[in-house]
């Protein structure tokens, strides 16, 4: 069982978004299931919390569109391969606001992430030149916070990149998987993005847990 710290603990709500729901225009399958547990961390377990956002421009470098190419696609951009996805989390779209589910008066800040118009955004800490910042890390530096519970989506693009980061910078880092979903592409023989990202997390020391196993 895993203790909550209201002091130095601090729970991620990582793009919990209609476009990233059914009947949006990126659909992680199941990605409202995770809402009501969202909206329970945050209401009653967490005393403090941040979201992120995705929060691209009409264009985006990451669309499928703007290159005339086929979504899950990839192509080399000068920060690396890029897969290209549907037209997503358009700003001021309803499908890039959060969720209404999520009780965002216990949400401390709000982080946006992928407006620059050339670089995609992965994580809730960089984007993936792996040189610019959200500016996440500085205040969850700023506020004391020691150790980050991320949940949202997907577990195996944001969520997991946003921990592998949250662990470079030396925080403490648990993912509460019930509180995810995954996309779980296909990813070499026999696996998927989502076996692989959870054997990174846990070769990284990142906790796997789920919502039973805190207290």
Known sequence: M???DP?????????????FM???????????????IA???TADVFAHAFATQDWHPPGHVSFASTHGAAPFSTVRLPYGDQVL?????????????????????RVDAIFRKGFRPGIDS????RDNDRVSTTGLGGWIRERGFRRVFLCGLALDFCVFWSAQDARALGLDVVVVTDACRAIAAPAGPGGSTLDAACRA?????????G?????
Do not use: C, N
């Open 122 to 125: 992965y994580s809730a800490f």
């Open 22 to 36: 059914p009947g949006g225009e990126l659909p992680v399958a199941g990605g409202d299931e995770v809402v009501p």
């Open 85 to 105: 996805w549907p037209d997503h989390a358009i700003i001021g779209t309803p499908g890039a606001a959060l969720h209404p589910g999520l009780p965002l008066d």
């Open 211 to 215: 919502i039973a196993d805190l207290a």
């Open 201 to 209: 997390m846990t070769d990284g020391g990142v906790q796997l847990v």
């Open 2 to 4: 895993i203790r909550i």
């Open 7 to 19: 002091t130095t603990d601090v729970l991620g709500l990582i793009d919990v978004q209609p476009t």
């Open 39 to 41: 909206r329970r961390l």
